[in-house]
């Protein structure tokens, strides 16, 4: 047997959930494929086959009003396709690519209503054919519905709202209602026109991401500087970007400083400062100063491009709701045309009612039971709140990870690089008869040129304070005690305080200090000089700025918080303290996937969340993983989820996405039931007919859209 193959494409016209399951349904049965996965949030179609040949696929797909285009092409209308002139209701092609007005469904809407207008008139005037004048502009829209319904029998799915739809309409003109029927189609073609531009729109949001990288860059080669197109930038190539322009290439300062715009990417208000070194984001805003920029990621690899590729990804996975709701709808429609006839036939025929009246509920019904608004109600609020927490570096493998959040009631963090920033800074400055300012610039002359992460915390001080570094003669180290090296002609020490206990009897005043740094998790380091005691610095990994807030705020829902780290027990009590959660320290990784396994035996819903690559285990135990990490570091292979910009407070912030996320689908699902609920007794008593019964279709399905719509400018509380 040949190996299987997995092919992507992109679908023209694909934006709701009935239509996905029609092509999924036509695709499926093409001889050598065994799995089909289409996503109109995505506009994607995944294809699992043998050797099925494009025109094979589009063959399928084309006759149900839909184009196929090869993944990362624009789709487009086929030239010439009468079908695709004046399409039906789901003749659906990108809305983005054009103004909305000038795409086939709007010109289809037009068309029958300038048909249904004319028709009054020539009625009005002409009254002896104003019956004739409303059936054609009843066929200028139903004819291309019709069609769709005749493909979509062929392809296998006969129990189509294009179905239902046509049943309706031909059966109100038997019963002499053919006005009624005409007026009907224009609404069904309307209500369809908003549904595609709505969920053209919430498509839209996550590609506008993608636009804000810049197309073009300042090549920096030898003393030369050239424009060139964005998407050519090689890695490790230098780039000049200037104050108010997008950095267009994820990449690290190689010169200058300056403050960075991160809220087109991260949703951040406050500009961060950055300096040589320091890691920027493409298409962020630089705003202050010239930058040199080495790159760090090619353009389809950038942080940006790594978002909009799993965000679209995350899309094509459907969540539990979802699938239940697909599961539902197959069974629903053949359904609802067993109640429709039912409704039509059984007054007439045990009661001695009217044909023609309860002919015409009957149809009303089909109409009323259209299942579009219920398809759509769960993908089209995954989608928003996929786009709106991408756009806030929260990202997530898919509804299912989406829905899961919610449940979670226990959390377990990693600490460095979690809890902490990962690297170690300079916290406490002891002068023993000198100036802090002395003892800080002397360790920094000591540490200059090392790489050291202790060395670094100093030097990173001494810049920060902007303390003068002199030079230092005959600098060395001295392997497991520190460093040495002459200042100014005096030789000077930088050691642990173990090694400077080898060279000097401590007195009972810094002895004290220093056992009480230590007890703070401090790595502490003594200067000397002579012999003799004349500083003390003291360095931690130090909590993350907004550690406590997100802690506090997980605890705010009833979350369980605990921390799980590799590192010594006086480190680790230290910063649990200070953040008050509870510790397990000195722990392995094979450890922490069994602390997750004992939190889930005792009944926990656990989140973990960690680096994704020292907790490899444990993320993966976990209920749900969560990488925390900056730009493309992130490691998404094992995590579920990842906080892409590092903030504690962005764990509460994605459960409380989650259940903006569940209470929206609720609440789309209560409307499309609901209106139809509504609309199926006050069609049944005699209040509402056959128009009113579409507006509880094409009605419900634009509503929905739009409330899931909400999510995209959702914001963390």
């Known amino acids: 047997m040949a190996d299987t193959i997995k092919t992507k494409y992109r679908v023209g016209g694909m934006d709701c959930g009935a239509c996905a399951l029609k092509i999924e349904t036509a695709v499926s049965r093409i001889p050598g494929v065994s799995e089909v996965g289409a996503s109109y949030t995505a506009g994607t179609l995944n294809v699992v086959h043998d050797d099925v040949s494009f025109a094979a696929i589009q063959q399928a797909i084309k006759p149900l009003g839909y184009e ?11 030239a010439g396709d009468p079908d695709h002139a004046g ?91 053919t006005e009624e029927a005409a007026m009907v189609v224009l609404l069904f ?28 860059a300042f090549l920096i080669e030898g003393d030369s500087t050239t424009e060139v197109p964005a998407a050519s930038l090689a890695l490790n190539a230098i780039i000049m970007v200037r104050p108010g322009d997008r950095i267009p290439a994820d990449g690290e300062i190689i010169a200058g400083h300056s403050a960075i715009d991160e809220a087109p990417v991260t949703g ?26 080495r790159v760090t990621a090619t353009a389809s690899d950038n942080t940006i491009s790594r978002i909009v590729q799993l965000v679209e990804e995350a899309q094509e996975s459907k969540a539990p709701t979802a699938r239940f709701i697909d599961r539902f709808s197959r069974y629903y429609t053949p359904g609802v045309l067993v109640v429709g006839a039912l409704v039509a036939m059984v007054p007439p025929l045990l009661l001695g009612q009217p044909w023609d009246q ?80 002395d003892i800080l610039s002397l360790a920094a002359a000591l540490e200059t040129g090392s790489s050291h992460p202790l060395a670094l915390a100093i030097l990173a001080r001494a810049g920060a304070d902007k303390v003068p570094v002199p030079p ?34 401590l007195a009972p005043e810094p002895r004290a200090r220093i056992d009480a740094l230590t007890d703070q998790g401090k790595t502490v380091s003594l200067l000397l000089t002579d012999s003799t005691l004349i500083g003390i610095l003291a360095m931690r990994d130090e909590p993350r700025a907004d550690a406590r807030s997100g802690i506090d705020a997980l605890k705010a829902i009833n979350i369980d918080v605990i921390m799980l780290t590799g590192d010594n027990a006086r480190t680790a009590a230290a910063i649990g303290a200070d953040l008050g959660i509870a510790v397990r320290a000195g722990l392995l990784p094979q450890d922490k996937q069994a602390i997750v396994r004992e939190l889930q035996a005792q009944g926990q819903f656990v989140a973990k969340i960690g680096d994704g690559i020292n907790d490899a285990p444990a993320l993966a135990a976990a209920d749900i993983g969560i990488a925390m990490g900056g730009g493309t570091d992130v490691a998404l292979e094992t995590a579920d989820a990842a906080i892409l910009h590092g903030r504690v407070t962005d764990i509460a912030a994605m459960i409380g996405l989650s259940n903006a996320t569940m209470a929206n689908i609720w609440q789309n699902i209560a409307v499309s039931l609901g209106l139809k609920a509504v609309f199926l007794v006050t069609t049944i008593v005699g209040i509402t007919g056959l128009w009113p019964a579409i507006l509880a279709d094409t009605g419900a399905t634009v509503l929905v859209t739009l409330n899931a719509m909400r999510l995209l400018a959702w914001r963390p509380r």
């Open 68 to 78: 196929l285009v090869e993944d990362g092409a624009a789709p487009r209308p086929p």
């Open 268 to 293: 951040e208000s406050v500009p961060t400062s950055k300096q040589p070194g320091d890691a920027v984001f493409a298409g962020t805003i630089n705003t202050d100063a010239v930058l040199q920029i």
């Open 472 to 505: 230092a003669a005959a600098a060395r180290a001295i392997a497991g005690k520190g460093v040495a090296g002459t200042v100014g002609g005096a030789e000077y020490f930088l050691f642990s305080a173990s090694a400077a206990a080898e060279q000097l009897t």
């Open 189 to 216: 073609l309307v209500g369809e026109l908003l549904e595609g531009v709505a969920a053209s729109r919430a498509r839209a949001s996550i590609k506008g991401l993608a636009d804000l990288v810049p197309k073009t």
């Open 358 to 437: 309860w002919i015409y509920k009957g149809l009303a019904v089909l109409l009323i039971g259209c299942p579009c608004a219920l398809v759509i109600s769960t993908p089209a609020a995954i989608a928003a709140a996929l786009s709106a927490g991408a756009r806030r570096g929260l990202l997530l493998k898919g509804g299912a990870v989406l829905e899961g959040l919610r449940t979670i009631t226990t959390v377990a963090l990693d600490k460095t690089g979690t809890l902490t920033e990962g690297k170690p800074r300079l916290t406490d400055i002891v002068a023993l008869g000198r100036d802090e300012a």
């Open 87 to 177: 399409g039906a209701a789901h003749d659906h092609f990108e809305l983005g690519d054009g103004p909305w007005w000038k795409t086939p469904k709007a010109l289809l809407a037009l068309s029958c209503g300038t048909a249904l207008l004319a028709a009054y008139l020539v009625g009005l005037f002409i009254p002896s054919i104003g019956h004739e004048a409303f059936l054609l502009a009843l066929l200028v829209g139903l004819i291309p519905i019709g069609r769709r319904a005749i493909a979509g029998a062929r392809a296998g799915s006969p129990f189509s709202i294009e179905t239902l739809m046509s049943i309706a309409a031909i059966g109100a003109v038997f019963i002499g209602a």
